[in-house]
């Protein structure tokens, strides 16, 4: 089976630009969530989503926002980008949204803001 | 709030030693705890995880885990690393509620060498 899989790889914008990050999780998982990882620091929580709703928000300006679509899978949007938002942006599925199911990620989107 | 707090950032082991990588949690309320390994250029994988039950968890590649409830730790040990074990990880807490977001320590890069 394939596992979280992550578009694009890499992706380089400019301040201002905005940016779209797109997950497909893991065959019959319906939740998923993302994260965002600085260089040199562990991954920050910015959603979670389950049955196309939003159940989760990390503590991230109102510029991060995110959907599910019917498919499961999500989309995680970006405006007005800054430099600060340059980081590895990681998908996780889980079979629900049920915190003790293990969260399987994926490769990661890595976002270069200039 | 719950925090993690990873006691190490970095660190060096010679191949077949054995490590141990640190991890203490705060929390008010109960929790779940896991160890991520992430490689290279790749997403997070799951190594192990503490749910209730027997304080002694192990998981894949030789690792375990030892909770401390009175100590709040969750100390992560192999006896004898390989060259391959090089990697960054995380120490990870959740809440044990549906929809509750995993929160992260900043991570300790495992060094092994020959």
């Known amino acids: 089976d394939a596992g979280v899989t992550q578009s694009p790889t890499h992706l380089i914008k400019t301040r201002g630009q905005h940016v779209t990050l797109r997950c497909s999780p893991i065959?019959?998982?319906?939740?998923v969530s993302w994260y965002q990882q600085v260089l040199g620091q562990g991954p920050q929580f910015i959603f979670q989503?389950?049955?196309?709703?939003?159940?989760g928000r990390g503590n991230f300006p109102d510029r991060f926002s995110a959907r599910q679509f019917p498919n499961y899978s999500s989309e995680l949007n970006v405006n007005a980008l800054l430099l600060g938002d340059s980081a590895l942006y990681l998908c996780?599925?889980?079979?629900?949204?049920?915190?003790?199911?293990?969260?399987?990620f994926g490769p990661g989107t890595r976002l270069t803001v200039l | 709030a719950q925090s993690v707090t990873q006691l190490d950032s970095q660190v060096p082991v010679f191949e077949e030693a054995p490590v141990e990588l640190r991890c203490n949690y705060s929390?008010?309320?109960?929790?779940?705890l896991f160890w991520y390994v992430q490689y290279p250029n790749q997403g997070l994988q799951l190594l192990l995880k503490?749910?209730?039950?027997?304080?002694l968890v192990k998981g894949i590649n030789g690792f375990e885990a030892e909770f401390n409830k009175s100590q709040t730790s969750f100390h992560l040990r192999k006896p004898s690393v390989h060259i391959s074990d090089t990697a960054e990880y995380f120490c990870?807490?959740?809440?044990?509620?549906?929809?509750?977001?995993?929160?992260f320590g900043k991570g300790t890069t495992l060094s092994v060498s020959s």
């Open positions: 989503y389950y049955e196309k709703e939003e159940r």
């Open positions: 929390s008010s309320v109960s929790v779940y």
């Open positions: 990870a807490v959740s809440r044990n509620q549906a929809g509750t977001a995993l929160i």
């Open positions: 503490y749910l209730s039950g027997s304080t």
């Open positions: 996780a599925s889980s079979l629900d949204r049920v915190s003790y199911n293990e969260q399987f």
């Open positions: 065959s019959g998982h319906k939740s």
